[in-house]
């Protein structure tokens, strides 16, 4: 059995940096290291985390003058950011630049007179905090409303960094037929587009694939629907124990990618866990690892 890691599977550039702050904030903190909500959509990196020292609240008003609080990289909306300047507390600002960057290019279609909308799921939280940098935003997600806006005069369009490219493409081409001056930012990261394209071409090579990620993570979850739709053996899973040994009846290739909130260490957990399935294999790192 042959088992191929797509290069890109795992912790994006800006889920890397996060993290990697949020590690060094428990370590520098005066007092308590906190986070606002999860750090990243993977339980049990969140527990490592945990394990280290790092707090996780959901509700603001739980917050102590003296406290760091890290800001995921999803980013926040300025009323969030304000909050937190007038608790008193460290802030440790770990967004995305990327993200940053659809914050900028929201207000600066606003400034310029342009209704904004944001194309992606209205309860993530980066799609929250693009929402909080603009007054009267638009969030979409489907086709289906895109489908039933109106005739518009002006529109100025972004879009969450994880978005699917596809959706992306076919909202955009409604929203020309629908919209006198249309001006449209794609602001899909490219480590996602990357991941995205990989995934397509991967599960179309191999006889089952394995989609690893927490079940929470939009953009894993992307990556699976992708998946599945040219290769009906694709499996989203969250960690080795998941794994049904009759997954891999008559299989003699095996594709694993995984999303940008994932750990290496999980991988890894995965891979070693199909060799030992399949036993005599040898674990050769990222591209193609060859069973006997
Ligand atoms: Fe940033 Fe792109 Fe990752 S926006 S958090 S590098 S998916």
Same mark, same amino acid.
């Given at each position: ?22 590690? %060094? ?25 945990? /394990?280290?020292? $790092?707090?996780?609240?959901?509700? $603001?008003? %739980?917050?102590? =003058?003296?406290? @760091? ?15 937190? !300047? ?6 440790? &600002? ?8 659809? +914050? ?15 194309? #992606?799921?209205?309860? +993530? ?10 007054? /009267?935003? $638009? ?8 489908? !039933? ?6 529109? #100025?369009?972004?879009? *969450?960094? @994880? ?5 992306? =493409? ?10 006198? %001056?249309? !001006? ?24 089952? $694939? ?10 894993? @979850? ?8 040219? /290769? ?8 080795? &124990? ?21 750990? *290496? ?12 399935? !399949? ?10 690892? *060859?069973?006997?």
């Amino acid at each position: 059995m042959k088992i191929k890691v797509a290069k890109s599977a795992g912790f994006c550039w800006g889920v890397k940096r996060a993290v990697n702050m949020a590690v %060094d904030s428990v370590k520098k903190a005066g007092g308590r290291a906190l986070c606002l909500g999860e750090l990243i959509h993977n339980k049990r990196e969140i527990e490592r985390l945990k /394990n280290l020292g $790092m707090v996780f609240i959901e509700d $603001m008003n %739980d917050l102590r =003058k003296g406290d @760091t609080v890290v800001i995921r990289s999803h980013g926040v909306s300025p009323k969030v950011l304000e909050f937190l !300047k007038r608790k008193g507390v460290e802030i440790v &600002d770990a967004t995305c630049p990327f993200v940053k960057d659809v +914050h900028e290019k929201a207000i600066k279609l606003e400034e310029e007179g342009y209704p904004v909308l944001i194309l #992606g799921n209205a309860r +993530h939280p980066e799609v929250i905090g693009i929402a909080g940098h603009v007054k /009267n935003p $638009m969030i979409i997600g489907s086709l289906e409303e895109i489908k !039933k806006l109106p005739l518009m005069k002006k529109l #100025g369009v972004v879009c *969450q960094t @994880t978005l699917n490219l596809s959706f992306f =493409k076919e909202a955009v081409s409604i929203l020309s037929l629908k919209v006198k %001056d249309l !001006k449209v930012y794609n602001t899909i990261c490219s480590a996602t587009s990357v991941r995205q394209k990989e995934t397509l071409k991967l599960a179309k090579e191999v006889d089952v $694939m394995f989609v690893i990620g927490g079940k929470n993570s939009s953009n894993t @979850t992307k990556l699976y629907q992708i998946a599945k739709e040219v /290769n009906p053996r694709t499996y989203h899973i969250e960690s080795k &124990d998941e794994i049904e040994p009759d997954w891999l009846e008559n299989s003699e290739t095996v594709g694993i990618t995984a999303g940008a909130s994932t750990p *290496q260490w999980v991988i890894e957990e995965v891979v070693n866990h199909l060799l030992h399935l !399949k036993k005599g294999g040898v674990l050769s790192g990222r591209g193609v690892c *060859q069973t006997t």
